[in-house]
């Protein structure tokens, strides 16, 4: 395959051989996959800043699906600025890109999720609250691992009226008449207002989102929440959603 312009965010990167690193980036064009950038460890290096964790821009790179990619320059590439330097929205944002990273296979074309990773860390760096970014980014996540729950009606009658709660048993929200036929270990432990807010972070477009103010006992039941439905639908516990929890842990009061 010829060389390509490609926008695209980097999110990880390892040292190879002597001179060397290889990078991992999510493409718009070309979705998730390893290239090589050579000499970038050399001090005179012109590629080294360029792909740096979270920066982004435009790569020509040397497109081998089956074999390994070449970076080959860039042009207008820029940091995260306040991820970079901010280790709580670079912990959220480490984790962000570490879901996307497991939910596709390389090279598979992904635009809507590249453009949602990008919205979520453009967020976070402008200053939103990373929790609610990370929460509606989880959520909207779940279809691309083919687990979409059902959040606008009730799984069983598909009534979209009255209050709500959530089955991880169903995939999705049941209403009060049906919540007998459940066993309650399956529900989450959310209250049924609990189950509106989660319903209505689900359906946020993230280029739409401004300041949410939520409390913050309110944002840990919904993390926890949350991260139940990865781990009992997909067995899924990140080791950066590990110690993303661990971090912010102290911050609930």
């Not at 990008?118 to 609610?132: D, F, H, T, V």
Request: hydrophobic fraction near 40%; aromatic fraction near 10%.
């Amino acid at each position: 395959m010829n060389k390509q312009w490609v926008e695209g965010i980097v999110f990880k990167r390892q040292p190879y051989q002597e001179t060397d690193v290889l990078v991992r980036i999510f493409t718009q064009d070309y979705g998730l996959f390893t290239m090589i950038v050579k000499g970038a460890k050399r001090p005179k290096s012109k590629l080294n800043s360029s792909v740096l964790n979270f920066s982004y821009g435009h790569y020509l790179i040397d497109i081998k699906p089956n074999r390994i990619s070449r970076l080959n320059t860039t042009k207008k590439v820029t940091q995260f600025e306040t991820i970079i330097t901010d280790i709580e929205k670079s912990a959220y944002a480490t984790f962000l890109c570490d879901l996307a990273n497991h939910a596709f296979v390389d090279y598979q074309v992904e635009n809507d999720y590249y453009n949602l990773l990008k919205q979520a860390l453009l967020k976070i760096n402008e200053g939103k609250n990373p929790e609610i970014v990370m929460q509606i980014f989880q959520l909207k996540m779940l279809k691309a691992f083919g687990v979409a729950p059902e959040l606008k009606k009730c799984v069983i009658c598909h009534n979209t009226v009255g209050d709500f709660k959530y089955s991880i048993e169903k995939g999705g929200i049941l209403c009060q008449k049906h919540l007998s036929q459940i066993n309650n270990i399956q529900l989450l432990d959310l209250s049924v207002q609990e189950v509106s807010l989660l319903r209505t972070l689900a359906f946020v477009p993230l280029d739409k989102l401004n300041q949410v103010t939520i409390k913050l006992k309110t944002q840990s039941r919904l993390s926890k929440a949350i991260d139940r439905i990865y781990n009992e639908t997909l067995e899924m516990n990140l080791k950066s959603k590990q110690y993303l929890n661990q971090m912010t842990d102290w911050l609930i009061v």
